[in-house]
């Protein structure tokens, strides 16, 4: 992994029809945004210093799209974690599914992570004026 450093990041975010607003959101505080679509590969470029750190939710990932790759990411100091920013832990089964935010940095992930608890206050409060509205 390499040291992540602030406005010179790159980060490889899905962006496909599941994302949610979070994940286009996201887009605007890195250097960088890329996505080459392989879940392994991108988490692996995380692990070789790459990538600063990738970004998949709305697509849950089964462990065996990223098992290797979360291997190759902690041998070499980075870390996984699941859309709530705790560490991903998930069972070795084909039905278990999570959404995966790859990082070299405990600081990214905990910027990134703070983006989503914010994103989902604004989805809250939005729905929440939308109750409002469609009640008066």
Do not use: K
């Amino acid at each position: 992994v390499r040291e992540w450093r602030e406005r010179s990041d790159t980060l490889s975010v899905y962006l496909g029809p599941e994302a949610p607003d979070a994940a286009f959101e996201l887009t605007r505080f890195p250097r960088r945004v890329r996505g080459l679509g392989a879940a392994a590969l991108e988490i692996s470029l995380v692990g070789a210093g790459a990538l600063d750190g990738y970004v998949q939710w709305g697509n849950p990932l089964r462990c065996t799209d990223l098992a290797a790759a979360a291997l190759i990411l902690r041998e070499a100091g980075g870390e996984l974690y699941d859309y709530a920013g705790a560490v991903l832990d998930m069972p070795l089964n084909s039905s278990a599914r999570r959404d995966v935010t790859a990082t070299g940095s405990a600081a990214l992930a905990s910027i990134i992570h703070e983006h989503v608890r914010a994103s989902r206050a604004a989805e809250a409060d939005r729905r929440g004026h939308r109750i409002r509205r469609a009640r008066a």
